[in-house]
């Protein structure tokens, strides 16, 4: 039997799963991130947990293919970071140290949202299939880009940052990256409450949401019929939908996979997606589907064990 670890560094909690190759998850847990010290322990805690993980389960080293590793930040084609907003790293040889941690074990990093793409690639919504983009819609709007099978990290890590493209040029409030009109304005839980925000200081039809409510109380009056509501769906969809169509035309995808927090109000969002996309796309990127994500948190660590098969 050969075995696979999968590895999704978050600024809470660092979640771990034991896999066989073949792709049964055979067990997953999680130990805290410790952050002090600009994150020092967080590499030897991942080690140790591994190496207990092997020993509990009388797992030879040598029967072990790899550890593959998400990391919130921009990872480079040879597992080095240069900065992290969440986990205290700075400049860090990430596969390098792991696997001088793990006696030479082999380690492979990428973006946490791109290792996630992969896990939905691999044994999630876009099982079967090697081109696959997934768009995460939480806090921000992060992304990964699968092409034949390969994760697209770019020049300095920072492939699929879907969040970034620019869909509105009259934006004058600035996005936290600094720019403007980003689709991470929009089409987050945040820009949707924004969104939601606007529609409300406004004059508008009866409507059942009030004061400053989030994503999610928006989709749930979506659901009740509440117009005001249907028409900030509107515009989300309009601004993710035309910023797909955009994608799609540039790395031709055979799924568009959305998850995140805001993907939890359920298929009642996909239409409204696919309403602009197919307005806007390409003739031959028409037949894309859009389908939300099905691994949920073990996306990343799924993902993560994933690299190490390629």
Known sequence: ?????????????????????EGKLLDKWEIPT????????????????????????????????????????????????????NVGWGYKEVTRELSELLDGMRVEAGNDANVAAMGEMWLGAGRGEKNVVMVTLGTGVGGGVIVNGHM??????????????????????????????????????????????????GEHEETV???????????????????????????????????????????????FVIGGGVSKAGPVLIPFVEKEFQKRAFFANKDTKIVLAELGNDAGICGAARLILN
Do not use: W
Request: one cysteine or more.
């Open 209 to 255: 949401l009030h004061g400053e409510p989030s994503a999610k109380d928006v989709f749930d009056a979506v659901k009740a019929g509440d117009a005001l509501a249907t028409r900030i769906a509107d515009e989300f969809g309009r601004y993710l939908g035309a910023a797909l169509a955009s994608l799609a035309v540039v790395v031709d995808p055979a799924v």
């Open 34 to 85: 410790r952050k002090e010290n600009h994150g020092e322990q967080i590499l030897p805690d991942v080690a140790a947990s591994i190496l207990e993980k092997l020993e509990e389960r009388k797992i030879r080293r040598k029967d072990v293919a790899g550890v593959g590793m998400g990391i919130p930040a921009p990872v480079d084609s040879e597992g080095v970071v240069q900065q992290t907003a």
């Open 152 to 201: 697209i990290v770019g020049q300095h890590g920072a492939g699929g940052e879907i969040g970034h493209i620019c869909v509105n040029r009259e934006e004058e409030d600035a996005c936290g990256c600094g720019l403007h009109g980003c689709l991470e304005q929009y089409a987050s839980a945040t820009g949707i409450a924004k969104l939601a925000r606007k529609a409300l200081s």
């Open 1 to 21: 039997m050969r075995y696979c670890m999968g590895v999704d560094v978050g600024g809470t909690s660092v979640k771990l799963g034991l896999f066989e190759t």
